[in-house]
């Protein structure tokens, strides 16, 4: 009997908080909440309450050492190591944030899609393709590594690019591989690809906005120069 008012208490608080999220829970239930998935049959009310009389506030508890949370009646390795890793996963989560932020300017133009990606390729040894996802202003979604090949060949996959664009609901891509040991000019098969990539894209609603080719501190546009039919080197400043 005791069991079944848990699992049934469980799930009313689950589904108070897919619901409401957390705007709708008190310190205390944050932390019941959080321990559902660590203490699988226990009352977790007491032990949150006891969490907060010992470290003082929600945050405080997240941060408190492992074997500090240990001390509490009720917490044991299992969910001192939850506690611990949702802290570490906040820290990760802001760091990611700040990290995209760095490249908040839209990627809507040859030398800012070139900016974006030369710090990214210029000291890679063999050739890796990048893409980056973005929103209907240009902004960065996701970047992504989708392939490493040799020094002179990457393969380049549509598919796993569409499928990667599909996943983040992307209203464009921008994708980037580097020349390690040559000129930031287009081969054959790179405008070939980019015609392949770009139809494949556009067959689900999606531009293409660039095919960057890095070679050290320098890149071009693929995009640019089909239009123009003539490569001009572009150096970063």
């Given amino acids: ?79 001192a190591d939850l506690l611990t890793l949702c802290f570490a996963l906040v820290s990760r989560y802001q760091m990611d944030v700040d990290r995209m932020e760095q490249y908040s300017e839209p990627l809507n133009n040859a030398e800012r899609i070139g900016a974006y990606f030369i710090p990214q390729l210029q000291t890679e040894r063999e050739e890796v393709l990048l ?61 070939r690809v980019t015609a392949e990539l770009e139809s494949a894209l556009r067959g689900l609603g999606i531009e293409l906005v660039d095919h960057c080719i890095v070679a050290r501190d320098k890149f071009c546009s693929v995009k640019r120069i089909r239009a123009a039919q003539q490569y001009i080197p572009i150096t970063r400043r």
Avoid at 19 to 25: D, E, P, V
Avoid at 148 to 166: E, M, N, T
């Fill in 1 to 79: 009997m005791a069991d079944q008012l848990h699992t049934h208490h469980r799930q009313r608080v689950l589904e108070r908080f897919r619901r409401f999220g957390l705007a709708a829970f008190a310190d205390h239930e944050v932390l019941e909440l959080l321990l559902f998935f660590a203490i699988p049959r226990a009352d977790t009310n007491g032990t949150a309450h006891r969490l907060l009389e010992r470290f003082g506030s929600l945050h405080a508890v997240l941060e408190a050492p492992a074997a500090q949370l240990q001390q509490v009646e009720g917490i044991g390795p299992r969910a």
């Fill in 131 to 191: 893409a980056a996802y973005l929103d209907g202003a240009g902004r960065v979604i996701k970047c992504e590594e989708v392939a490493r090949g040799g020094r002179s060949h990457v393969q380049v996959d549509p598919y796993k690019i569409a499928s990667g664009a599909l996943f983040c609901q992307a209203a464009g891509v921008a994708i980037a591989h580097n020349h390690p040991n040559g000129a930031a000019r287009p081969s054959e098969q790179d405008l």
